[in-house]
DNA sequence: TCTGGGGTCCTAGGACCC
DNA sequence: TCTGGGGTCCTAGGACCC
């Protein structure tokens, strides 16, 4: 079944037509804020977490960029930056509310969409559909029926779709094709891509590769010592501008969390112990709700170095059992506080998810 | 300036089994 | 007396994304 080299080079070398939209809302968080308060507009808001606390910048409003405020940023610098910057709380339930009826017009045509968060999706437009015309009659629609605007990138994969879109915010348009593609790909920077973090391109900068054309000039062994086999095979396809196929199986999620940063650093076991107990509650309370069972539990602790540690179990069998759950967790935690050393952030979570159609045929060969 | 919370995916070593 | 090779599961850490 599976592809050979020269199969797959000969489709690669074929012109590819555009196939693929990337949709990504502006300042999107901010932006619902704006919409539904007029005296925030034309003023920086940031959505995030609160300066007093610890919080960082969740998205910002173009105002607010203007100051040097971005996301992730800790929202005590953003208040730095702009004192005068109204913060206000994440509203989750609305903005989810607001991206239910933007799925709803991206798919009017029979288009599938594959959503990336709340607020960007990829957009596969139906056989015989041309991209930028349904791009346009997208954005046309959000504007029209949600009050928001967007931009949009089209191209003939989904990492350059995406590049595309990031190329004229807000409000952008942006078609690259093959031929585009071979004009800004040699000089476009390595991170700029998807998947390329700080990490990747710092590590890469120390070597001197830090442009598509320095990495296709650098020899493979070099590379792959640097990188390793699985993410030199990545990056040769990003940088090349070739439809990166990796599949991104169900949307079912994968595992459910809960963590929470303290609004000072913490000490005592049993107080540890008993913030645990709380989350992993609420672990307990999403699994019951949503029907599902798991088989391992993690504990996760950030000591106030920063330092991010993890301690897991995984059971025989899959369970929604409070008592389980927390009785794997309880201790899991113990091994990682002392009692002496501050902890700045405790999470409980739960992997290997299964399903109630999953169990129904558990319960089959069980019977 | 002092670093969120929710996730996904990948890697690597050791245990264990055949 | 020395010691295979492969597969899978578990655990831990880390990069990255929004």
């Not at 339930?93 to 009017?108: C, D, F, L, N, T």
């Amino acid at each position: 079944m599976s592809e050979s080299t020269q199969e797959r080079q000969l489709r690669v070398s074929r012109p590819m037509g555009l196939s693929v939209i990337h949709l990504d809302m502006d300042a999107f968080y901010a932006a619902v804020e704006q919409r539904d308060d007029p005296t925030l507009r034309g003023k920086p808001v940031v959505v995030g977490g609160s300066p007093n606390a610890r919080g960082v910048v969740s998205t910002c409003s173009y105002e607010a960029r203007r100051f040097g405020i971005h996301s992730a940023m800790p929202s005590s610098r953003a208040r730095d930056l702009c004192p005068s910057a109204i913060f206000l709380p994440s509203d989750f339930s609305k903005y989810k509310a607001v991206a239910r009826q933007i799925r709803e017009i991206m798919g009017r045509d029979g288009a599938m969409v594959e959503s990336l968060g709340l607020d960007e999706a990829f957009v596969h437009p139906p056989p015989g559909m041309d991209p930028v015309t349904l791009a346009g009659r997208i954005k046309g629609d959000i504007l029209r029926e949600v009050g928001l605007t967007c931009s949009v990138g089209v191209s003939y994969a989904r990492p350059l779709a995406k590049l595309a879109s990031e190329r004229e915010k807000p409000d952008g348009f942006t078609v690259i094709d093959q031929a585009a593609a071979r004009a800004m790909l040699p000089d476009l920077p390595l991170g700029d891509l998807w998947g390329v973090g700080p990490r990747t391109v710092a590590l890469l900068a120390r070597h001197g590769i830090e442009t598509c054309a320095d990495f296709w000039g650098t020899p493979r062994e070099e590379l792959l010592t640097l990188l390793g086999p699985g993410r030199t095979w990545d990056l040769a396809l990003l940088t090349s501008g070739r439809p990166l196929v990796r599949e991104r199986s169900t949307s079912r999620a994968k595992s459910i969390s809960r963590e929470t940063t303290l609004t000072q650093d913490a000490r005592d076991p049993a107080a540890l112990d008993e913030l645990l107990v709380e989350m992993a509650e609420h672990v307990v309370d999403r699994l019951e709700r949503e029907g599902l069972a798991a088989s391992t539990v993690t504990v996760k602790i950030r000591y106030s170095n920063f330092r991010t540690l993890t301690r897991s179990r995984t059971f025989g069998a899959a369970t929604s059992e409070s008592s389980q759950i927390l009785g794997a967790a309880r201790p899991l935690l113990a091994r990682l506080v002392d009692g002496s050393t501050g902890v700045r952030l405790l999470g409980a979570g739960v992997t290997d998810l299964v399903y109630p159609d999953d169990l129904r045929q558990v319960r089959l060969f069980g019977a």
